[in-house]
């Protein structure tokens, strides 16, 4: 018994409309009537209105900054929301110089408890953080006043951090913290040389993050890796200038949490003061482990160290040097890391003497000094690296504890 077409038409018109209705869910453009932005001028209330109109959508729902300039003197965009949120930057968001007109103390923007966010359309976060890394004295002072971070994830799940472009922060551009779920996919990071603290993603206590076809040039670390952090892949970023990739750094704190599952391949770091590196602090609070750790397909363009383990990781000397860290390193392998290098030690395997490192790979590892500071050589300590295909100078050729650098 074949279906009448009276009966067939009514159900194909019917979901012909609720499809084109689902794609029309409207964009909230700040610059409507309804929101009122307009081009140079704050459009911090303009914002959260159409976030909160976002956030309470029960279909998934697109806000859209278009093209132009506009100031935002901060906010945290606030969840748990009713359905998917795409936020278009299309133009550039400008924070105050003065960090003492951002309503808090530590956050440009934040998003916190946010199921299904992406961030996309081109545009820019500028935090205009010139004036505060003049300012800053976290290098020397541990009770310096904390700075505004550009982007701040908080609980984000299931959500992508697409072609946006983080400038000049205050401090760290992205700090992800008890996240799950979020790739970050064409993603910019932009600061100067200079600029102090500026950390590009700094992950802590979050699993199942992906980064990949990033760019990121700044004043500290590329991407730093925090307690807590399990299940990271880094794949085809791109670093520097800037202080390279770091796992860590790891056993200050009584409350951290193990490291594991970290997966970083096809990278190029330039100019950067380390390549890949992992940091412990020497007498750790509390017992904690770094595992599953590796390191593949790297390419080196004058990079100061390019492989370090540094287990006396102790920078203003603010801890107490010569008691051992209590972090065990486990399972790492550093494979196929080519190119060139700055410092003559190339590779410096420093782990601690109460906990040495177990499980550590070197293979086919080929890089080339440039400087005239004698021949290129490596040094180990407290631990036995299984090594392949390594050229004599940089397979350990020097095992007496070596002196920390920070
Ligand atoms: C991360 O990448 C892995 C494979 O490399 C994939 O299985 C996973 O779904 C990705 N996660 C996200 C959040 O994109
Ligand atoms: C690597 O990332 C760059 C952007 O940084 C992108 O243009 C390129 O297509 C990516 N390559 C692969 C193999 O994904
Ligand atoms: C290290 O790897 C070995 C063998 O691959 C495995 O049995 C062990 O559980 C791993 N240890 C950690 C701490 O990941």
């Not at 924070?95 to 934040?110: E, H, N, R």
């Not at 004036?131 to 002072?141: A, E, G, L, R, V």
């Not at 472009?165 to 970050?184: A, G, I, R």
Request: glycine share 8%; aromatic share 6%.
């Amino acid at each position: 018994m074949g279906l009448k077409l009276k009966n067939v038409l009514p159900m194909f018109v019917f979901l012909l409309l609720a499809s084109t209705a689902k794609a029309q869910s409207a964009a909230l453009d700040v610059t409507s009537e309804k929101y009122g932005g307009k081009p140079d001028s704050d459009i911090t209330q303009a914002l959260e209105k159409a976030w909160t109109d976002a956030c309470a959508s029960t279909a998934p729902s697109k806000i859209v900054v278009p093209k132009g300039t506009f100031k935002f003197v901060g906010t945290t965009f606030k969840g748990p929301c009713k359905a998917a949120i795409e936020f278009q930057l299309q133009g550039t968001l400008q924070a105050p110089v003065d960090g003492s007109q951002l309503p808090k103390d530590d956050t440009w923007i934040g998003f916190d408890n946010v199921d299904g966010l992406t961030l996309s359309g081109g545009g820019t976060f500028d935090g205009q953080g010139a004036q505060s890394w003049k300012n800053n004295d976290c290098n020397k002072n541990r009770q310096c006043k904390s700075k505004h971070i550009n982007l701040r994830f908080h609980l984000l799940t299931n959500s992508k951090i697409l072609d946006v472009t983080s400038k000049d922060s205050k401090n760290f551009h992205v700090n992800l913290l008890k996240c799950e779920k979020v790739e970050f996919n064409g993603f910019t990071v932009s600061a100067p040389k200079e600029s102090m603290n500026t950390d590009g993603i700094h992950i802590g206590r979050s699993t199942g993050i992906n980064i990949t076809a990033t760019t990121i040039g700044t004043g500290d670390d590329c991407i730093s890796i925090g307690d807590g952090t399990k299940d990271l892949t880094v794949t085809n970023v791109t670093c520097g200038p800037g202080h390279g990739i770091a796992i860590g750094s790891l056993g200050r704190y009584p409350e951290e949490e193990p490291v594991s599952g970290i997966n970083i391949k096809k990278c190029t770091l330039t100019d950067t003061t380390n390549g890949v590196r992992i940091k412990t602090w020497p007498a750790s609070p509390k017992d904690s482990t770094a595992s599953d750790i590796h390191f593949e397909d790297i390419t080196m363009v004058n990079v100061g160290n390019p492989i370090l383990i540094d287990q006396e990781y102790c920078p203003w000397n603010e801890c107490k040097k010569g008691v051992p860290s209590k972090v065990k390193i486990s399972n790492v392998s550093f494979k196929n890391i080519k190119g060139t290098c700055t410092d003559p030690v190339a590779v410096k395997l420093a782990c601690s003497p109460g906990l040495p490192c177990e499980n550590v790979e070197l293979s086919d590892i080929d890089l080339k000094y440039t400087g005239d500071k004698g021949p290129i050589t490596s040094v180990c300590s407290n631990v036995k690296p299984t090594i392949t295909r390594v050229a004599q100078p940089l397979a350990c050729a020097t095992s007496a504890a070596a002196p920390a650098s920070a």
